[in-house]
C-alpha cells in the first residue's frame, strides 16, 4: 500500500482540504508560514480562494465574513499572531460561527522566539478574548493527527457552530511521518442559518449584540448549555499503560511523544509509570483525571511552558494527589533522559517499595 | 428618517423592512437615529438603489460599530454585523464565498478611518468588488461626541474641548482622496446630504457605486458628507449650514476616480469542492508502496534502530539526504520520523536534521545523542562529533573535513564525498555518496532499495541516472 512521507504542517492543510475547506485567510509568521504556503499553492488549484490579509486582525475578520457565508474556513498562525486574532475569535463565538483557527505555537512572551513552546494554553483554552466563552481546542502529536485533526476540527466547528482551534508546536509541524489520508468529505451539511445572498437566505442575521441585559443573558446561558453538550460528547484522550500505574504523566503534543520515550525507559528500570494524553485540551479529560487519582499515587505534568495546563490537571485531581510539574520554556525542549530523571523524583514513595 | 414614520413617505423601497422587527424596547416604526441626522436619508438612498437594481435578496449588508451598528434593523436583506473598523475584511470574506453577492460596507469615520485604517486601504487596493459607503460627519457620534480623523481643525469634541489641534492630532484625514491614488479602486465620489440638488447628486452616486459591483467591475466608495447636529451641538437646518460652510471647503465634493468604463468586469467563481481535482492532486504527491518485513534481518545489532543526524552546509542537500533515507526505511515498513532544525538555526548556512528508523511505533523525534553521524563538513562533525553515542557510526565526507574524528569510542568511515560526486560531474550528488556510503557499512539497505525509492519520491527523474551512480559509487566507496 503506499504511504506518504508529510510534513505536519503539509498533513493538516492537506486535511483541511480533505474536510472540505476551500478558503485560508492568513497572515505570514514563522513557524505556521508553511500552512499559508500549502494553501496558496493548493487552494487556487481546486478553485478556492487564498489571502494574504494585511494583518492578522485583518485575516480573522475574513474568516468571520466567509464563515457567515458558510463556507468552511481556517486560519494559521503562531502565538503572536494569535493573541491579535482573540478579538475576533471573540466574535465568531458571540455570532455562533464555525471557523478552525490553527495555532503552532512559538516562544513568548512578546516576540519571543520560534521555537517550538506550549505558552499559548491560557490564551486558547481558557480564553484570551472578551467574554465568557469556550472554544474546542485540538492537540495532535504527530503529522497524521494534525490530518486527522484538522478534519475533525471542521466537523466540530460546523455542528457546534463554534471557532475549533488546533493547537500544535513548531516540532509537530515540521516533522515528517507516515500519514494515510482518509477519503474526503463528499459533501457538507446545509447552513440554513449562513448568509448566502439567495431569497431564502436574506431574512438570515449574522450578529454578536445582544443589547439588552436580559437578551445577552439568556445567550449566554444558551452559549453554555452548547458548551455542557460538548463537554459530555467530545472529550478525547489517549492512555498509555495507566492500569498499573502508580505515577501518571501528562503531557500534550511533542510534549506527550517525548514522555512516551521516556516511559519505555522507566518502564524497563521497573517503575509503574502510564501516560494520559489530552487530545482535547477542552473540552478537558477532567472526569478520566479524577478517576485515575482514585488508582494512582501521584501525577507529574510536563509542558514547554512554565505552568499552564497543569492548573487543569490540579483542578481535576483536586488535591487528593500530589501533583509534580517538569517545564521548560522560551523555546528549550526536554530530553528524554531529564523526563526519566523528573519522573524518578516524582515517583510515589510508596510504588517505589510496592 | 423621522419622515417615515408620518405615513407621508411617497414610496416606501421594498428593501427597507416595514417594521422594525429586530429593534427590541418598542418604537418599531420609527428608528434610532437623532432628528436631523444624515443616515437616514442614505439608508433610503441605498434601499432606492437595492430596488431599483433588483438585488436585494442577493444583497448583504454589513453594519459596523458606531450609529448605523443597527443597519440589521432596517435592511430586508441577508444582515452581517461586524466588529469595529474590520467590515472591509468581513466583506472580502463575504464577497470571495458569493460572488453573486452585492456586498455593502457601510462605516462611519471612526470606524473606517482611524481603527480600521487598515483594512479598508488594503480591501480598496485589493480590488475587493465591494461597495463602500462612508459616512463622514466629522465626529464619533454613538459614543457621544469625541474627535473622529476627519474632526475639523479647531472643532470642539468631547475629546478635543479646546478645538482640534492639528499640530497635535493630525489633519482632517481625507479618504476620498488617499483612496483615489491606488489602483484598484474603479468609482470613489464624495457627496453630501445637504439640500436636495445635493441629495440628488448623493442619488446618483450611491446607485452608481453599487451598479458598479452589479456589473462585477470592482470596488467602489462613496463618501458622504453627513450631519450630525445632537453631537455638533447645533439644530437640523444649522447643521446643514455647517456642512456647506465648513465641511465641504475641507473635504471638496466630486468624482475623485471614475474609470467604470475601462475596467472589463471580473469574474470570480465559488469555490467548489472539486473532488476529481483533489483526488489528482493528492495522486500527484510522491508515496512510497510498502514492501517487506521491518525484521532487522541481516543487519548487525548495533546497527539497527539508528537515530541518525545529518549535518552540512545549506544547500549541500542535508534535508534531502534525511527525506530519503527516512522514505527508504518507509518503504521497508519502519517506522521513521524526520525533523529538520527551522527557523534561525537552519539560516546562516547550516542545516541539520534527525532521522529515527525503528520496528516500532517512533516515540521522540528528537535525535540528541545520534547513533549515526553523518557529516557533510567540517562545522558539522565538530558540533555533532561528541554527542554520538558510544558504538556509534560516524560517516564524513573526508573532501571538505580534513580533520579526522578523534574519538575512539565509535565506528568511523571517511568517505571523500565530494571529490566523487565532482567526478561524477554535479557536486552537489556528495549527500548521496555519503549515503550510500552509512548503508553499505551497515547493511542496512541495499543499492537497489535506494533507487527503486527515489524512483518513487522523486518528482523530477531527470536526475535519477546520476543519483543513482552517485548512491553505487558511495557502496563501493567503503569496500
Given at each position: 500500500m503506499a504511504v506518504e512521507l508529510v510534513k505536519g504542517n503539509d498533513a493538516l492543510l492537506r486535511g483541511a482540504v480533505l474536510a472540505g475547506c476551500r478558503t485560508f485567510y492568513g497572515y505570514p509568521i514563522t513557524p505556521s508560514s508553511e500552512i499559508a504556503e500549502s494553501a496558496a499553492a493548493l487552494l487556487p488549484q481546486l478553485g478556492g480562494t487564498f489571502v494574504q490579509s494585511e494583518c492578522e486582525v485583518g485575516a480573522i475578520q475574513m474568516v468571520y465574513g466567509a464563515a457567515s457565508a458558510g463556507e468552511r474556513v481556517m486560519t494559521a498562525s503562531s502565538s503572536p499572531g494569535i493573541s491579535l486574532k482573540l478579538e475576533g475569535v471573540s466574535y465568531l463565538v458571540g455570532s455562533e460561527l464555525p471557523a478552525v483557527i490553527i495555532d503552532i505555537m512559538r516562544g513568548?512572551?512578546?516576540?519571543?522566539?520560534?521555537?517550538?513552546?506550549?505558552?499559548d494554553y491560557f490564551q486558547v483554552v481558557k480564553g484570551g478574548g472578551h467574554g465568557d466563552y469556550r472554544l474546542i481546542v485540538l492537540a495532535p502529536n504527530s503529522p497524521q493527527e494534525m490530518c486527522d485533526l484538522a478534519m475533525l476540527a471542521f466537523e466540530l466547528a460546523d455542528r457546534y457552530r463554534n471557532p475549533v482551534v488546533v493547537l500544535s508546536d513548531g516540532f509537530t509541524g515540521q516533522m515528517m511521518e507516515a500519514v494515510e489520508f482518509p477519503v474526503p468529505v463528499t459533501s457538507i451539511p446545509p447552513?440554513?442559518?449562513?448568509?448566502?445572498?439567495t431569497p431564502e437566505t436574506s431574512g438570515n442575521l449574522i450578529n454578536?449584540?445582544?443589547?439588552m441585559p436580559e437578551d445577552l443573558e439568556e445567550h449566554v446561558t444558551a452559549l453554555f448549555e452548547k458548551y455542557a453538550s460538548i463537554e459530555a460528547a467530545e472529550v478525547r484522550y489517549e492512555e498509555v499503560q495507566?492500569?498499573?500505574?502508580e505515577l501518571v504523566v501528562v503531557g500534550y503534543g511533542i510534549v506527550s511523544r517525548l514522555l512516551r520515550a521516556a516511559l519505555a525507559r522507566v518502564r524497563d528500570q521497573g517503575l509503574r509509570v502510564g501516560m494520559l494524553r489530552p487530545i482535547t485540551l477542552w473540552p478537558y479529560p477532567s472526569q478520566r483525571l479524577a478517576e485515575l487519582a482514585e488508582t494512582a499515587s501521584g501525577f507529574l505534568v510536563a509542558e514547554?511552558?512554565?505552568?499552564?495546563m497543569v492548573e487543569d490537571v490540579r483542578l481535576a485531581v483536586n488535591g487528593r494527589r500530589p501533583v509534580a510539574f517538569h517545564g521548560r520554556y522560551g523555546g528549550a525542549v526536554p530530553s528524554v533522559d531529564e523526563l526519566v530523571k523528573a519522573i524518578e523524583a516524582a515517583y510515589p514513595a510508596e510504588g517505589r517499595s510496592a | 428618517m423621522s419622515t417615515m414614520t408620518g405615513g407621508a413617505v411617497l414610496q416606501w423601497p421594498?428593501?427597507?423592512?416595514?417594521?422594525?422587527?429586530?429593534?427590541?424596547?418598542?418604537?418599531?416604526?420609527?428608528?434610532?437615529y437623532c432628528p436631523g441626522c444624515g443616515h437616514g436619508v442614505l439608508h433610503k438612498l441605498i434601499a432606492e438603489a437595492m430596488d431599483d437594481l433588483a438585488i436585494r435578496e442577493r444583497t448583504v449588508f454589513i453594519s459596523p460599530v458606531g450609529?448605523?451598528?443597527?443597519g440589521y434593523y432596517y435592511f430586508d436583506c441577508g444582515n452581517v454585523q461586524v466588529a469595529h473598523g474590520r467590515a472591509p475584511a468581513v466583506a472580502t470574506g463575504i464577497k470571495r464565498a458569493l460572488p453573486h453577492s452585492v456586498v455593502i460596507s457601510y462605516q462611519g469615520d471612526g470606524d473606517l478611518?482611524?481603527?480600521g485604517t487598515s483594512n479598508i486601504l488594503h480591501a480598496a487596493n485589493r480590488g475587493e468588488p465591494i461597495t463602500v459607503f462612508f459616512v463622514n460627519n466629522a465626529i464619533y457620534g454613538m459614543t457621544g461626541g469625541q474627535m473622529a480623523?476627519?474632526?475639523?481643525?479647531g472643532q470642539r469634541t468631547t475629546t478635543s474641548p479646546?478645538?482640534?489641534d492639528t499640530m497635535d492630532?493630525?489633519?482632517?484625514?481625507r479618504v476620498s482622496e488617499l483612496l483615489s491614488t491606488?489602483?484598484?479602486?474603479?468609482y470613489i465620489e464624495r457627496v453630501a446630504l445637504t439640500d436636495a440638488k445635493h441629495i440628488m447628486t448623493a442619488r446618483r452616486a450611491v446607485r452608481k457605486a453599487l451598479k458598479a459591483q452589479v456589473e462585477g467591475k470592482g470596488f467602489s466608495l462613496v463618501e458622504v458628507l453627513s450631519p450630525c447636529p445632537i453631537n455638533w451641538k447645533m439644530d437640523p437646518a444649522e447643521s446643514k449650514a455647517w456642512i456647506t460652510d465648513h465641511l465641504m471647503p475641507a473635504f471638496p465634493l466630486g468624482?475623485?476616480?471614475?474609470v467604470l468604463a475601462e475596467r472589463e468586469p471580473q469574474t470570480r467563481l465559488a469555490p467548489q469542492l472539486a473532488l476529481d481535482k483533489v483526488a489528482e492532486l493528492f495522486a500527484a504527491e510522491p508515496s512510497v508502496e510498502r514492501t517487506g518485513e521491518?525484521?532487522?534481518?541481516?543487519?548487525?545489532d548495533r546497527y539497527r534502530e539508528p537515530q541518525v543526524k545529518i549535518a552540512g552546509f545549506?544547500?549541500?542537500g542535508v534535508l534531502f539526504l534525511g527525506s530519503l533515507l527516512a522514505n527508504v526505511a518507509l518503504r521497508r515498513n519502519y517506522h521513521v520520523t524526520w525533523l529538520p532544525a527551522y527557523g534561525p538555526e537552519s539560516r546562516g548556512g547550516t542545516a541539520n536534521c534527525n532521522v529515527v528508523i525503528s520496528a516500532?511505533?517512533?516515540?521522540?523525534?528528537?535525535?540528541?545523542?545520534?547513533?549515526v553521524l553523518m557529516a557533510l563538513n567540517a562545522p558539522s562533525l565538530e558540533r555533532f562529533e561528541p554527542t554520538v553515542t558510544p558504538g556509534g557510526v560516524i560517516v564524513y565526507n573526508s573532501t571538505l573535513i580534513s580533520k579526522t574524528p578523534t574519538r575512539q569510542d565509535v565506528e568511523v568511515v571517511a568517505v571523500p564525498a565530494t571529490a566523487i560526486a565532482d567526478e561524477l560531474g554535479?557536486?552537489?550528488?556528495a549527500n548521496l555518496v555519503l549515503l550510500g556510503a552509512y548503508l553499505a557499512h551497515t547493511g542496512m539497505f541495499s543499492a537497489a532499495e535506494v533507487e527503486a525509492t527515489m524512483d518513487q519520491v522523486l518528482?523530477?527523474?531527470?536526475m535519477l541516472e546520476l543519483n543513482r551512480q552517485a548512491v553505487a559509487r558511495g557502496f563501493a566507496a567503503t569496500t
Amino acid at each position: 500500500m503506499a504511504v506518504e512521507l508529510v510534513k505536519g504542517n503539509d498533513a493538516l492543510l492537506r486535511g483541511a482540504v480533505l474536510a472540505g475547506c476551500r478558503t485560508f485567510y492568513g497572515y505570514p509568521i514563522t513557524p505556521s508560514s508553511e500552512i499559508a504556503e500549502s494553501a496558496a499553492a493548493l487552494l487556487p488549484q481546486l478553485g478556492g480562494t487564498f489571502v494574504q490579509s494585511e494583518c492578522e486582525v485583518g485575516a480573522i475578520q475574513m474568516v468571520y465574513g466567509a464563515a457567515s457565508a458558510g463556507e468552511r474556513v481556517m486560519t494559521a498562525s503562531s502565538s503572536p499572531g494569535i493573541s491579535l486574532k482573540l478579538e475576533g475569535v471573540s466574535y465568531l463565538v458571540g455570532s455562533e460561527l464555525p471557523a478552525v483557527i490553527i495555532d503552532i505555537m512559538r516562544g513568548g512572551p512578546g516576540l519571543g522566539n520560534i521555537a517550538p513552546a506550549q505558552g499559548d494554553y491560557f490564551q486558547v483554552v481558557k480564553g484570551g478574548g472578551h467574554g465568557d466563552y469556550r472554544l474546542i481546542v485540538l492537540a495532535p502529536n504527530s503529522p497524521q493527527e494534525m490530518c486527522d485533526l484538522a478534519m475533525l476540527a471542521f466537523e466540530l466547528a460546523d455542528r457546534y457552530r463554534n471557532p475549533v482551534v488546533v493547537l500544535s508546536d513548531g516540532f509537530t509541524g515540521q516533522m515528517m511521518e507516515a500519514v494515510e489520508f482518509p477519503v474526503p468529505v463528499t459533501s457538507i451539511p446545509p447552513k440554513d442559518w449562513a448568509v448566502r445572498a439567495t431569497p431564502e437566505t436574506s431574512g438570515n442575521l449574522i450578529n454578536s449584540i445582544r443589547l439588552m441585559p436580559e437578551d445577552l443573558e439568556e445567550h449566554v446561558t444558551a452559549l453554555f448549555e452548547k458548551y455542557a453538550s460538548i463537554e459530555a460528547a467530545e472529550v478525547r484522550y489517549e492512555e498509555v499503560q495507566t492500569a498499573d500505574a502508580e505515577l501518571v504523566v501528562v503531557g500534550y503534543g511533542i510534549v506527550s511523544r517525548l514522555l512516551r520515550a521516556a516511559l519505555a525507559r522507566v518502564r524497563d528500570q521497573g517503575l509503574r509509570v502510564g501516560m494520559l494524553r489530552p487530545i482535547t485540551l477542552w473540552p478537558y479529560p477532567s472526569q478520566r483525571l479524577a478517576e485515575l487519582a482514585e488508582t494512582a499515587s501521584g501525577f507529574l505534568v510536563a509542558e514547554l511552558s512554565t505552568g499552564q495546563m497543569v492548573e487543569d490537571v490540579r483542578l481535576a485531581v483536586n488535591g487528593r494527589r500530589p501533583v509534580a510539574f517538569h517545564g521548560r520554556y522560551g523555546g528549550a525542549v526536554p530530553s528524554v533522559d531529564e523526563l526519566v530523571k523528573a519522573i524518578e523524583a516524582a515517583y510515589p514513595a510508596e510504588g517505589r517499595s510496592a | 428618517m423621522s419622515t417615515m414614520t408620518g405615513g407621508a413617505v411617497l414610496q416606501w423601497p421594498e428593501s427597507l423592512y416595514r417594521t422594525f422587527h429586530r429593534k427590541p424596547g418598542g418604537g418599531q416604526e420609527s428608528t434610532h437615529y437623532c432628528p436631523g441626522c444624515g443616515h437616514g436619508v442614505l439608508h433610503k438612498l441605498i434601499a432606492e438603489a437595492m430596488d431599483d437594481l433588483a438585488i436585494r435578496e442577493r444583497t448583504v449588508f454589513i453594519s459596523p460599530v458606531g450609529c448605523s451598528v443597527f443597519g440589521y434593523y432596517y435592511f430586508d436583506c441577508g444582515n452581517v454585523q461586524v466588529a469595529h473598523g474590520r467590515a472591509p475584511a468581513v466583506a472580502t470574506g463575504i464577497k470571495r464565498a458569493l460572488p453573486h453577492s452585492v456586498v455593502i460596507s457601510y462605516q462611519g469615520d471612526g470606524d473606517l478611518a482611524a481603527i480600521g485604517t487598515s483594512n479598508i486601504l488594503h480591501a480598496a487596493n485589493r480590488g475587493e468588488p465591494i461597495t463602500v459607503f462612508f459616512v463622514n460627519n466629522a465626529i464619533y457620534g454613538m459614543t457621544g461626541g469625541q474627535m473622529a480623523p476627519t474632526t475639523l481643525d479647531g472643532q470642539r469634541t468631547t475629546t478635543s474641548p479646546r478645538g482640534r489641534d492639528t499640530m497635535d492630532t493630525g489633519s482632517p484625514l481625507r479618504v476620498s482622496e488617499l483612496l483615489s491614488t491606488l489602483d484598484a479602486p474603479v468609482y470613489i465620489e464624495r457627496v453630501a446630504l445637504t439640500d436636495a440638488k445635493h441629495i440628488m447628486t448623493a442619488r446618483r452616486a450611491v446607485r452608481k457605486a453599487l451598479k458598479a459591483q452589479v456589473e462585477g467591475k470592482g470596488f467602489s466608495l462613496v463618501e458622504v458628507l453627513s450631519p450630525c447636529p445632537i453631537n455638533w451641538k447645533m439644530d437640523p437646518a444649522e447643521s446643514k449650514a455647517w456642512i456647506t460652510d465648513h465641511l465641504m471647503p475641507a473635504f471638496p465634493l466630486g468624482v475623485y476616480k471614475d474609470v467604470l468604463a475601462e475596467r472589463e468586469p471580473q469574474t470570480r467563481l465559488a469555490p467548489q469542492l472539486a473532488l476529481d481535482k483533489v483526488a489528482e492532486l493528492f495522486a500527484a504527491e510522491p508515496s512510497v508502496e510498502r514492501t517487506g518485513e521491518p525484521t532487522w534481518d541481516g543487519v548487525a545489532d548495533r546497527y539497527r534502530e539508528p537515530q541518525v543526524k545529518i549535518a552540512g552546509f545549506g544547500g549541500q542537500g542535508v534535508l534531502f539526504l534525511g527525506s530519503l533515507l527516512a522514505n527508504v526505511a518507509l518503504r521497508r515498513n519502519y517506522h521513521v520520523t524526520w525533523l529538520p532544525a527551522y527557523g534561525p538555526e537552519s539560516r546562516g548556512g547550516t542545516a541539520n536534521c534527525n532521522v529515527v528508523i525503528s520496528a516500532e511505533p517512533v516515540a521522540s523525534p528528537m535525535v540528541t545523542e545520534p547513533s549515526v553521524l553523518m557529516a557533510l563538513n567540517a562545522p558539522s562533525l565538530e558540533r555533532f562529533e561528541p554527542t554520538v553515542t558510544p558504538g556509534g557510526v560516524i560517516v564524513y565526507n573526508s573532501t571538505l573535513i580534513s580533520k579526522t574524528p578523534t574519538r575512539q569510542d565509535v565506528e568511523v568511515v571517511a568517505v571523500p564525498a565530494t571529490a566523487i560526486a565532482d567526478e561524477l560531474g554535479e557536486t552537489r550528488a556528495a549527500n548521496l555518496v555519503l549515503l550510500g556510503a552509512y548503508l553499505a557499512h551497515t547493511g542496512m539497505f541495499s543499492a537497489a532499495e535506494v533507487e527503486a525509492t527515489m524512483d518513487q519520491v522523486l518528482k523530477s527523474h531527470g536526475m535519477l541516472e546520476l543519483n543513482r551512480q552517485a548512491v553505487a559509487r558511495g557502496f563501493a566507496a567503503t569496500t
